[in-house]
């Protein structure tokens, strides 16, 4: 069946599923870009522009020094994907069915803004930890090349608090 009930829980899995595939994808395609743009913002001096930014990664790290942070924001901007786009059609659905359906058609802008708020709060919460870890990588040279390293590393050293400290900027943003 290429099909499934609106509001089912399939119909929530598979809007999940498009969040995973749209926000991970895409966001660990620009990996690279990111790194520079992480890079340019830390330390200006040293990386002076985009093409600048690429040509001295490339000469201190090669083209591998490119993808550094590439797991944590597949993982995170995955998750962040999932909540974001499972937890609108939750919202949508809740916040329509507590305005009945003719003031849900009414106020649909502000219905859809609403949803797309609270389900951005929560893909936040879920992009966070996976975010410092990544600027981490990116930014502290020396300090960890992988997840793997970085998460026990920034755990031992402030505990889960240093996954969390980019959650309000997050939302602000």
């Not at 870009?33 to 990386?47: E, S």
């Not at 919202?91 to 609403?114: C, D, H, Q, V």
Request: charged residues 15%; hydrophobic residues 45%.
């Amino acid at each position: 069946e290429y099909s499934c009930e609106y509001g089912s829980l399939k119909f929530y899995a598979l809007c999940g599923v498009g969040g995973v595939l749209s926000c991970g994808l895409t966001h660990t395609a620009v990996v690279p870009l990111d790194l520079v743009k992480c890079r340019m913002q830390v330390d200006p001096q040293k990386y002076k522009s985009i093409f600048n930014g690429f040509s001295v990664t490339l000469n201190e790290d090669g083209v591998r020094g490119l993808a550094k942070g590439w797991a944590p924001t597949f993982i995170g901007y995955s998750m962040q994907g999932l909540c974001k786009f499972g937890f609108y059609e939750v919202f949508k659905i809740l916040y329509g069915n507590m305005l009945g359906e003719e003031n849900a058609y009414l106020w649909r802008t502000s219905l859809y803004l609403a949803a797309s708020a609270s389900a951005e709060f929560f893909a936040d919460i879920a992009l966070a930890p996976m975010e410092a870890a990544k600027v981490r990588i990116q930014t502290q040279p020396g300090y960890a090349n992988t997840l793997r390293q970085a998460v026990p590393k920034m755990f031992a050293e402030e505990g889960i608090w240093a996954f969390y400290k980019g959650v309000a900027p997050l939302w602000m943003r």
